[in-house]
């Protein structure tokens, strides 16, 4: 019996070795999942965009939300971020006489990875498969009705389309005189192409144009597989079709899909993690991959097509980069990219400068899209994005002009949020009294800068254009420009005149100098508190002064008036039912209290206790807030994700620092949330954060060590990260309130080595 067991346990354990040893580890991409937020808390989820990391062609299901019940047809290509696809591809089993230019198509057991799409379409009984490449893609599609005839339909949204009877060509109109191009074909040869006329094709209709033209292509009887591969272009269709021909060789998804896997493998393995918590892992790599779904590079052959002046030009060997956000991704996407991927930061850097060349006013772009530069929002943050690579070390680009064309943005472009107009009568009073001025009681807008269904936003206005003004600083200090320098840190204190002496909140004033009555923080007037703030409350405003953190400590009464008031906004209920309040303030989402996890100006604030002397306190709030709100399901992300803007902090706080201070050399210590961590910096250098003590529940600093001497300061410098080595944390399930809370340990402000004044 002894016996018989020995050998029953040796055959169970040599066959569970087998069947470990065949179960390949998972790699990056395996962790990516592109659902998670895919059902939104309140405003745009996320898309489970299926694309190469930044490239032209994006592609997700043509539906509302997850929950879409059908697909609009199948994408082509997306144009912009969050937009629908241009071109549309419905296939279709049927009598003639049923088919639309889009055709609504019911769906089930739905896959989708970053570089690979499947979905059965059930209602007819077709099987799709998809991959990408960086301007083409592929559609292998399997009809599996017998005895129905076979179609696709090509749709234009408002364009043009022509056939050579064995392929499709033609264009999408989109704004600002840009078009999108494509060139279509099939390695089954249709029967026929034609426009669509009852129960018959037009086969000898060469070209379809207009609002949602389309063709038919009609397949031989028992045809039961089309294999569909496409190029697309911003030159023209021959480019198009180039493209194509250059990328995607011959009809097959497998081999396409393989090397976008290994496309994505070799671009998340720049950052390794390892732990316990498997989940994550999850938030982490798909946090990643959101980072990479822009800017885009434009370039095609070594040119590009420009809709700053709708002209084709040469890229000089260097790619073309659009489609940014900056106000969004200044904050993290791009420091993110500094580290990771510095040569392209350095192209994007180059193509801001480029465009701002085509414009027909010099102003540095603050929303650049492949339609243009569409300015939205307030401030002109790419100042910032310049700045902090300057500040970093990147050195690709023209340092001179950029802070020209940077500075023009600032002062010769009006103020007024989403404006593109000349400075006009608010931005001479913000010149002159250091302030951008509320309405006073009864005051009807008059100012022509201001847009028809915009407001002024005064104090975001302010604290915005006085950060930027400090980025200003430190370029024209790089320069040499010495008095340039100094005038414009000077104005960056120009917050100082917005804070309310009693409340110690920023407060919006009149040009006669009169504070708004009657304020209330938690319920600023306006739609999205824009008569004074901009999509968030005068609670996360009363933090945003990234450039000066330690002045504002002191501004609101010191260290503990400061965690103080940290912890009131952590504290104060919303104050209304969640309806009225997201009514009026849908933007202030993923909310502790008055804090907004859901929007990009608050990020920063669960750090800003390293300032106060507390670091325990950052941790705790940064590891409640990832687990709170950036889960691996369906609404795991707290708000509008805009490209990597939102997701580049759970990047950076998962890591364990966070770059607070875009422009300062400096990264504030948070709570990692891997046993290791590692950052591949090129040229053979690596970071590593590792945890000793490791467990996904202990999110409290013991000690810490930098390459192997004893680190007691709650941040550290780009330099220090960039030489490689290793931060050592040892981590506790309790908080040890003595480390890093000296007034050596906080982080700098304003400038490296001390607070100003």
Known sequence: MRRLNFFFILALFSLTATHLSAQAPKEPVDYVNPYIGNIS??????????????????????????????????????????????????????????????????????????????????????????????????????????????????????????????????????????????????????????THQGEQIAAQEKKTAGENAYFLLKFPDN????????????????????????????????????????????????????????????????????????????????????????KVHSDQGNPFYTDDWIWDTYRATHPLRILIEPEMENHMINSYIIMTRQMPRAWMPNFPEVTGDSRRMNSNHAVAMVADAYSKGLEGFDLAEAYQVSKAAITEKTLAPWSSKPAGVLDQFYKEHGYFPSLAPGEEETVPEVHSWERRQPIAVTLGTVYDEWCLSILANALGKKDEAAYFADRSLNYRKVLHPETKFFHPK??????????????????????????NTGYVYRFDVPHNVGDLVQLIGGKQAFVDALEDMYSTPLGKGRPDFYHIYADHTGNVGQFSMGNEPAMHVPYLYNYAGEPWRSQKRIRNLLNQWFRNDLMGIPGDEDGGGLTSFVVFSQLGFYPITPGLPMYVIGSPSFETATLDLGNGKTFRVTCENYSPENKYIQSAKLNGADWDKSWFSHEELMKGGELQLVMGKHPNKTWATGDHAIPPSFEMGKTKP
């Open 41 to 194: 808390h309140m405003l745009v989820p996320t898309y489970p965009t299926v694309h190469l990391p930044n490239s032209m062609l994006r592609v997700y299901p043509e539906r509302e939300n997850f929950t879409g019940n059908v697909l609009s047809g199948l994408p082509l290509i997306v144009t912009s971020h969050r937009g629908s696809s241009a071109f549309n591809l419905s296939p279709f089993q049927g009598n003639t006489g049923d088919i639309k230019s889009v055709i609504p198509l019911g769906y089930d057991n739905e896959v989708i990875k970053p570089y690979f799409y499947s979905v059965d379409l059930d209602d007819q009984d077709i099987h799709v498969t998809y991959a990408p490449s960086h301007q083409s893609g592929i559609y292998d599609i399997t009809f599996n009705q017998s005895g129905q005839p076979v179609y696709l339909v090509l749709n234009t949204r408002n364009g043009e389309l022509v056939n050579d009877g064995s392929s499709v060509s033609g264009y999408q109109q989109l704004d600002n005189n840009t078009k999108v191009y494509i060139y279509f074909e099939t390695d089954v040869k249709p029967e026929a192409i034609g």
């Open 223 to 310: 045809t039961q597989q089309v294999k569909a591969r496409y190029g697309v272009s911003f030159i023209s269709t021959e480019q198009a079709r180039k493209n194509l021909q250059r990328e995607i060789t011959r009809y097959d998804v497998d081999a396409v899909a393989t090397h976008g896997r290994d496309v994505w493998n070799k671009t998340l393995q720049k950052i390794q993690v390892s732990g316990a918590d498997e989940d994550a892992k999850t938030v982490f790599y798909t946090s990643l991959y959101r980072t990479y779904e822009r800017m885009i590079c434009i370039s095609e052959d070594g040119q590009y097509f420009s809709a700053y002046d709708g």
């Open 510 to 535: 009149d040009t006669f100098g009169v504070f708004m009555p009657d304020l209330d923080y938690r319920f600023p007037p306006g739609i999205g508190g824009r008569d004074a703030y901009d999509e």
